[in-house]
């Protein structure tokens, strides 16, 4: 009997990690259409150097990450790390394809190799973090 109830219990729980890695993912994709949106409108209406756009779009991916892993792992109390990688790879694929399908073309260069390695150590860091400051503050 004990033995059925604990695999019942990690059936629920891969269950709901991957619910909490697609959550994560949809949250950091919503936030970084809303930052480059606002970004964009900025860019619009004033005059900021050429150099300012590839370091605040890091700023807005990274942020993008950190709040998806934040809301995405809200319930998790473990596999901080492999979660937020998971996020953090699969935003930064989704972030391509939206933004690829918004810009009309799909550019394969050393770019998104840089983007997919980012997001990947961006997610894994901010997962740990975020799993541990909830065991900490309990």
Do not use: W
């Not at 994709?29 to 860019?43: E, H, M, R, T």
């Not at 991916?61 to 699969?90: A, C, D, T, Y």
């Amino acid at each position: 009997m004990k033995m059925r109830a604990k695999r019942v219990e990690k059936e629920k729980r891969g269950g709901g990690v991957l619910l909490s890695i697609v959550k994560g993912c949809l949250i950091a994709l919503c936030v970084s259409l809303v930052g480059i949106l606002i970004f964009g409108f900025c860019l619009k209406f004033t005059s900021l150097s050429d150099k300012l756009i590839t370091p605040i779009n890091q700023v807005i991916k990274g942020l993008s990450i950190f709040l998806g892993v934040l809301f995405g792992l809200k319930k998790q109390k473990e596999m901080g790390l492999v979660s937020g990688l998971l996020i953090g790879i699969i935003y930064t694929m989704l972030a391509f394809v939206v933004f690829s399908l918004l810009n009309g073309s799909f550019n394969f260069d050393r770019t998104l190799l840089n983007d997919v390695i980012f997001g990947t150590i961006i997610g894994g860091i901010c997962g740990i973090i975020c799993v541990n400051i909830k065991k900490s503050a309990r």
